[in-house]
């Protein structure tokens, strides 16, 4: 029998059976969020333990496997303010740093990705898959050599975020 939220049958609301459906689509298919500001504010804010539920802010690995949140993109972002006062290429490599110890301090939660092939056998097993953005292109410090640099860092996409 087909799932219907118009199914009389069900002791439960309309609203209850959505839920319960987006809840099991949540679960089934991969789901990916291109930025989630955790490297910056564990920057600000000290050092959490993302591994578990946490009061403050909006990731953590608990509420991400709960809500089936499995590729959420790790923004790298350095305000363009560095770009006078310089060093944004060493925040943004310490910002990374944060990122691939927080894999390597729960390797059986978090897994930096790679590829979309990467993320897909990373969530198969199991885990988040974490890749990486950057957001603002500051930490290039206007060389272009700094993107391939970057690429090897785990960089694999770049946000602008300059307003017009």
């Given at each position: 029998?087909?799932?219907?939220?118009?199914?009389?049958?069900?002791?439960?609301?309309?609203?209850?059976?959505?839920?319960?459906?987006?809840?099991?689509?949540?679960?089934?298919?991969?789901?990916?969020?291109?930025?989630?500001?955790?490297?910056?504010?564990?920057?600000?804010?000290?050092?959490?333990?993302?591994?578990?539920?946490?009061e403050g802010g909006d990731f953590d690995y608990v509420r991400a496997k709960e809500g089936g949140l499995d590729v959420p993109f790790m923004s790298i972002y350095v305000p363009s303010s560095y770009q006078v006062t310089g060093g944004a290429k060493a925040k943004a490599d310490s910002l990374i740093d944060m990122v691939k110890k927080m894999a390597d301090d729960h390797p059986d939660k978090f897994e930096v990705a790679y590829s979309p092939e990467n993320a897909e056998a990373i969530v198969a097993a199991g885990k988040i898959a974490l890749p990486m953005g950057m957001e603002n292109g500051a930490p290039l410090e206007g060389d272009l050599a700094n993107v391939a640099y970057f690429h090897e860092r785990g960089i694999r996409i770049y946000i602008n975020t300059c307003k017009r």
């Open positions: 029998m087909a799932w219907s939220v118009w199914d009389k049958t069900k002791s439960e609301s309309s609203e209850e059976l959505l839920m319960d459906k987006a809840n099991e689509l949540a679960q089934k298919f991969i789901i990916t969020d291109g930025h989630i500001d955790v490297p910056w504010r564990l920057n600000k804010g000290g050092h959490e333990d993302l591994s578990v539920r946490t």
